[in-house]
């Protein structure tokens, strides 16, 4: 998912981040839904019991809210200058273009799980928002994490052929 943030600067999210942002929403609405039956159940028939459906709106909208907030998190942006990323957890990380040799898009999880930067001094720094998806049976680069992958390729390239000029 690609989020325009200025003239120059974008957000970029993989497939997970995504999903993680719909699915969020997607849980406060279940819950209200389930707390406003639960409320309607409970005048119909008078019972006080199915007012206790209203717990389980509080723990779908909890679970909801922090599912979108961590999606909304992991993302990287890119600016004309470099990029910014942060995972679901720990802080944000920063790399200008003009440190940075090449980006590299795994395409198999043998090759890595994370879009990584392969900076001039050597070292191989990863890009922990955009991994590829992955389930029981293991790792694949979904759409999502290609898309995200390429949009790095990309802005690295734009800034490669805005200094050789």
């Known amino acids: 998912m690609i989020e325009p943030v200025g003239p120059e600067s974008r957000i970029v999210r993989s497939g997970v981040s995504t999903l993680f ?5 997607a849980l406060v609405v279940v819950g209200v839904l389930v707390g406003v039956g639960g409320a309607i159940a409970g005048l119909v028939t008078g019972d006080p019991s199915m007012l206790m ?18 999606g909304r998190r ?5 600016d004309p200058d470099g990029l910014i990323w942060r995972g679901v957890f720990g802080r ?3 790399v200008p273009w003009s440190q940075v040799f090449r980006v590299e ?9 994370t879009v990584a930067l392969l900076l001039h001094n050597g070292v191989r ?12 049976r ?3 680069a979904d759409n999502g994490y290609l898309t995200a992958g390429n949009e790095i390729v990309a802005a690295h390239q734009a800034w490669l052929s805005r200094t050789l000029r």
Do not use: D, K, Y
């Open 21 to 25: 942002l719909w699915m969020g929403i």
């Open 53 to 70: 459906m209203l717990i389980l709106t509080a723990i779908f909208g909890t679970a909801g809210v922090l599912m979108h907030l961590a």
């Open 74 to 78: 992991s993302a990287v942006r890119l």
């Open 92 to 94: 944000s990380r920063s």
């Open 105 to 113: 898009v795994p395409q198999h999880p043998r090759e890595g799980r």
């Open 125 to 136: 720094l990863p890009v922990n928002a955009i991994r590829m998806s992955s389930n029981e």
């Open 138 to 140: 293991g790792s694949w």
